[in-house]
Antibody, heavy 116, light 108 residues
Framework: EVQLVESGGGLVQPGGSLRLSCAAS????????MTWVRQAPGKGLEWVAN????????YYVDSVEGRFAISRDNAKSSLYLQMNSLRAEDTAVYYC?????????WGQGTMVTVSS | EIVLTQSPGTLSLSPGERATLSCRAS???????LAWYQQKPGQAPRVLIY???SRATGIPDRFSGSGSGTDFTLTISRLEPEDFAVYYC?????????FGQGTKVEIK
């Protein structure tokens, strides 16, 4: 079964850090761009970051540039999002997703809450 | 940065009716790199349409996408009870890969 499973979310204080993980299974991880998308409570979807198959290209939404870092470990079929200098406005469900012909496979999401 | 504006914000319809959702881009979307997603409460989104008009795998043919340039449309020919949800368009191909703000299709 093709699957993405996120982990690592939780409650963190403003200015803190968190690392999200996404474990992929059931497909050839190295063949796909991967993406993080977030959704603040009661709000719409926001694209956060993309990474190319070999990790050689990375792109970020302006609001997280310089604070977040997307990475991948192809040997472990895993995607990561290192989040530093977290702000209240980063509070959201974070989804990892596979880029096929669009974002065709999504994880169930992991909740990140930034609050003191 | 291309901004996507979806309309209407909410669409109130009955099962069996036709739904027409609009996504307008502030600049032309190259190569029609435009996708549509459906999201139900408590669930992750799922892709319906990519390349403006190609149905994703397993998507029923009552869903269709059309448009080019700056104006795109998602049409649901006859609403089934499971189609009441929020729909998002997304542009891709070059960064940033922005989403529209969503259209909620609710039962009238």
């Amino acid at each position: 079964e093709v699957q993405l499973v996120e982990s690592g979310g939780g409650l963190v204080q403003p200015g803190g850090s968190l690392r999200l993980s996404c474990a992929a299974s059931g497909f050839t991880f190295t063949s796909y761009w991967m993406t993080w998308v977030r959704q603040a409570p009661g709000k719409g979807l926001e694209w956060v970051a993309n990474i190319k198959q070999a990790g050689t290209e990375k792109y970020y939404v302006d609001s997280v540039e310089g604070r977040f870092a997307i990475s991948r470990d192809n040997a472990k079929s895993s995607l990561y999002l290192q989040m530093n200098s977290l702000r209240a406005e980063d509070t959201a469900v974070y989804y990892c997703a596979r880029w096929g012909q669009a974002l065709d496979i999504w994880g169930q999401g992991t909740m990140v809450t930034v609050s003191s | 940065e291309i901004v996507l504006t979806q309309s209407p914000g909410t669409l109130s319809l009955s099962p069996g009716e036709r739904a027409t959702l609009s996504c307008r881009a502030s600049q032309s979307v190259s190569s029609n790199y435009l996708a549509w997603y459906q999201q139900k409460p408590g669930q992750a989104p799922r892709v319906l349409i990519y390349g403006a008009s190609s149905r994703a795998t397993g998507i029923p043919d009552r869903f269709s996408g059309s448009g080019s340039g700056t104006d795109f449309t998602l049409t649901i020919s006859r609403l089934e009870p499971e189609d009441f949800a929020v729909y998002y368009c997304q542009k891709y191909g070059s960064s940033p890969w922005t989403f529209g703000q969503g259209t909620k299709v609710e039962i009238k």
